[in-house]
């Protein structure tokens, strides 16, 4: 995961107020800076990089700040707000509030644009190895080669789908690995997705780099994200994300959901803030939300109260488009794993189940996923994993006791004495 300390000292708040999956989306942006800390702000100020403007698939409409910055700095070409260590007091945040259009964009739409974005310095700077990629390593030249095809196009589709059979997604926190890390373990998050695709097509003098940023939805941490372009000389810069499209049916080689919002098209986006000297002089308060618009949580809200009414295919069809919608979010991915459990399609329900835990950030929604998975080895009779997996449920804080009383999932367990046992756990007084 790109960003994978900086997640500790950003409160991100995201309100879009368009849920459209294609098209134009406006959101709201928001960074709040708590400092506690001044004495561990780094060379005395705090910086954060401002979202870009003017991108082919994104425009900043304005920047509102609770606290003008001291000043702004050009870094390598990246626009960042700074305030100095005299302007800040403790205990009072700055918000920084971005508004920002984006736009839908990727192979498809590609395809139908007249005139592409001609890039001249594509194959001087993105064709060239780099640390993280390796691509001088014999096992990247020689899988690349067996990867080549008759086209361009077809070499990329080839890799891009290589890449996602290759690698199983695991989340690596504050760890710097690299292409040829992920391609002998067989393992990653999005950072390792896309170093493992951009080695591949450098190795065939492809130019390919990686894009730092977010990605939006209603999830419990905010949406870091890496993901891929790829440059062709007729259809210029194209996105590509084989993380998601490792996970969930809307995002292919061809099409992506209009979900992201760029920053970078470096490695690490380490620039976005100051480091600050070793995690035991934290400089903000930890706290993370994104939230979306009123009209996907009302979705969210019905489609609960079908599935709590066992109504099974209006509830699937609603938190199919919310999927959709927003492809990393943990509830709706839990909730999906249930009804295909309720409807005895077992086997996608565990799949659900195991990527609604592996995306699972924040303590309450793993709670829920190790009840969920409770409920799911409960209905295939596998008493142990079901009694197992609630008593973990409830040592990360679950209890709710009549939810659990009267679960009917759980039928196959209520003659348990476990079972009881953990009842009795979380008993009112």
Known sequence: MV??????????LVLLYSMSGHGQ???????????????ALYEGYFQLQLIPNKLPNQEVDSIRFSKQPSEYKNIEGMLYARWNIEDIVIGEPITTDTYVKIYHYDLALAKKKSSPDIDSMAYELYTKDEKHYQTWRRKIKRQAKKLRDTSRLATVENIFDFVKGHLAYKIFENQNRSAILAFDQKEGDCTEYSELMIALCRSLKIPARIVSG??????SSPGFHDWVEVYFDDLGWVPFDPTFADHESSTTFENMQNVYIYSNDSRTMNKWVNWYRGNQNRTFEYHVNCWVSNLQYIKYRKARILYDKNELIESEKLFDEMILETPIYSSYHRYKGMIRARKGDFETAQKNLQFAMKIAYAEEDKRLCFYALGNYYAMINR???AVSHIAKSIDLGFKNY??????IDLINIKDSPEFNALLDKIKPD
Do not use: Q
């Open 383 to 385: 008493k142990e994993m």
């Open 25 to 39: 989306r406006y959101i709201k942006f928001s960074h709040v800076f708590h400092p506690t800390k001044m004495e």
């Open 3 to 12: 960003m994978k300390r900086v997640r500790k000292y950003i409160v991100m």
């Open 214 to 219: 977010y990605t939006l939805g209603k999830t």
């Open 402 to 407: 009549n939810a659990m009383k009267s679960d």
